[in-house]
């Protein structure tokens, strides 16, 4: 199984392939069209994390000392990048995601959406991803 | 039309910054109802103050004082003329519209009493809600709203209807910055002042897209932002009639606002001073006033029917991408249009769009309750000024369709 780093490693592999900023977020876009939905029904107010531009909802569940999250986003780019963020985090322990360092975002460009101004709730998803791991540590 | 006229691009030649590239694309700037862009002529002025003029107002005896103070307050004058005040006194600089809206609701606001109303309408920025809803909270006031069609045209039976003698103030928009809807405010202003009610005019918009003239309107206040009609940021403008502005206490206090100070009573100065505490932003007014200098020295005429001409074409192109919705169809319009395509999010539209070297904005343009009255979270607005050209349209709307072929 691939480290915390080999996985981030491995999606800017996958964007280093492509020059153009359209081809990039095509495979953002791609992504967020295959990830796991939370239905509408399934949402709740406590999932959603509120930005001014997208709004974001995140489910986790602990199991078996690892860590699992589901998310969606009602804007289908910040859904994509979700999706990356989740194959990095899925399935790590609780220490891992608090302390290890988030490298990939920038290295592919798109640290744009992580900015307090951007406003697409990510910041704050990342933020909650590692308080959920914090309370299992 | 379809080639831009060779007016238009000596006009666009004077800002340099739409010869930018983003992500090496040329850059296509249609987020104009956001910030206009600078004329070379301001930005040489800014240059050539802080370069050989520099120093505070009003209270130097020396030399580049006297000079920064002549050509503030020549700017006031210029400004005052330009927007057909009568008088410098009633010329009061803000930091902009939301500084001069602010400035109104707490200090004319000090002058209500419980029970009174002040009107607005249903699409208003966000800073034509707040304050009000401040001082109305502070002085048990009653804040009611205009509501709105659906085509985004005021819905002026129902202001008949809320308009009484009750009402005190209405402070409303000229231009809907989110629909671009043109308000009758001259028909508001008539109607308020047969109650006695006063009348503020949000111009943001249409400061940059049309002759104003206050004196002509009869409004009892105007506000507008200096980076909106090809100014800086940071100043702005809030016009009042004389005699209100006397009437209304100070807004905030501190050196240039006063006559005389002790421990036991301070004098206030005389207007427009009084609403003018602290030292200013000098650089904005006199660079305001080189902006106005430059609209005076174009045939803004020609430019103004030019934008509509651009709104036209713009919004006959979207009209023929499937699924579009425009938000915002009143038959007055300024050069701005907000839309939608089918379900897909505004922000996905306007991140692919921003890679292909396209500024537009998207989100709810600071109009959350109008967004409320629509049942959408937002909007893609694209805003164009006189130095638009039609082949930008044609670069937006080819880039716009790339898009929705990824994201559908």
Not at chain 2, 16 to 45: C, H, M, S, W
Not at chain 2, 166 to 191: A, F, M
Not at chain 2, 273 to 293: C, D, M, V
Request: hydrophobic share 40%.
């Amino acid at each position: 199984m691939s480290t915390f780093i080999e996985k981030q490693e491995a999606i800017i592999e996958d964007f280093d392939l492509f020059d153009d900023w359209m081809e990039k977020y095509e495979m953002i876009i791609d992504l967020g069209k295959e990830i796991r939905s939370i239905s509408e029904s399934q949402r709740n107010d406590d999932q959603l994390i509120e930005g001014c531009q997208s709004r974001v909802w995140l489910r986790t569940e602990y199991k078996d000392s690892l860590m699992y999250f589901f998310a969606d986003s009602d804007a289908i780019i910040t859904k994509g990048i979700i999706g990356l963020l989740i194959k990095v985090f899925d399935g790590e322990k609780p220490e891992t995601i608090v302390k290890e360092e988030l490298f990939f975002i920038k290295r592919i460009g798109l640290q744009e959406h992580l900015s307090p101004t951007r406003a697409n709730g990510l910041l704050g998803m990342v933020k909650r991803m590692k308080m959920e791991a914090l309370k299992h540590i | 039309m379809n080639q831009t006229p060779d007016y238009i691009k000596e006009l666009r030649s004077q800002f340099p910054i739409l010869k930018t590239k983003v992500y090496g694309k040329d850059l296509v700037y249609f987020d104009n109802a956001a910030t206009t862009q600078k004329p070379l002529q301001v930005i040489e002025r800014i240059q050539s103050y802080y370069t050989s003029e520099n120093s505070n107002i009003h209270r130097g005896v020396h030399h580049l004082s006297q000079v920064a103070t002549q050509d503030y307050e020549d700017a006031r004058k210029l400004i005052q003329k330009h927007i057909g005040s009568n008088k410098e006194s009633e010329i009061i600089f803000t930091k902009g519209t939301t500084d001069g809206i602010n400035l109104v609701a707490s200090s004319y606001g000090e002058l209500l009493k419980e029970g009174d109303e002040i009107l607005i309408s249903a699409m208003e920025h966000h800073s034509n809600i707040v304050p009000w809803q401040l001082i109305a909270q502070k002085k048990n006031l009653s804040l009611k709203v205009i509501p709105i069609h659906e085509n985004g045209e005021l819905n002026m039976a129902s202001f008949d209807e809320l308009l009484s003698e009750k009402t005190k103030l209405i402070s409303i928009t000229h231009i809907s910055n989110t629909l671009g809807t043109i308000n009758p405010i001259k028909e508001i202003i008539k109607k308020a002042h047969i109650f006695g009610a006063k009348v503020l005019i949000d111009g943001a918009q249409s400061i940059q897209h049309g002759e104003i003239n206050v004196s002509e309107l009869d409004c009892d206040f105007f506000v507008f932002s200096g980076h909106k009609i090809f100014g800086p940021t940071g100043i702005g403008v809030l016009y009042g009639k004389e005699a209100l502005l006397e009437s209304m206490p100070p807004y905030q206090g501190g050196g240039d606002m006063i006559k005389r100070v002790s421990f036991d009573h301070t004098s206030f100065n005389e207007l427009p001073f009084k609403f003018e505490a602290g030292t200013p932003n000098i650089i904005g007014g006199i660079a305001l006033g080189t902006a106005i200098k430059f609209l005076k020295s174009i045939d803004t005429e020609q430019a103004f029917s030019y934008e509509k001409a651009l709104l036209n074409y713009a919004e006959q192109e979207l009209k023929k991408i499937d699924e579009m919705t425009i938000i915002g169809t009143a038959t007055e319009k300024t050069s701005l249009v907000s839309f939608n395509v089918g379900q897909i999010h505004p922000f996905d539209i306007g991140t692919l769009l921003d890679k292909q070297g396209i500024a537009v904005r998207t989100g709810h343009h600071c109009t959350q309750p109008l967004m409320d009255f629509f049942k959408i979270s937002g909007t893609l607005r694209a805003s164009f000024a006189f130095y638009n050209t039609i082949e930008e349209v044609d670069v937006f709307i080819a880039a716009l369709k790339r898009s929705l072929s990824l994201l559908k």
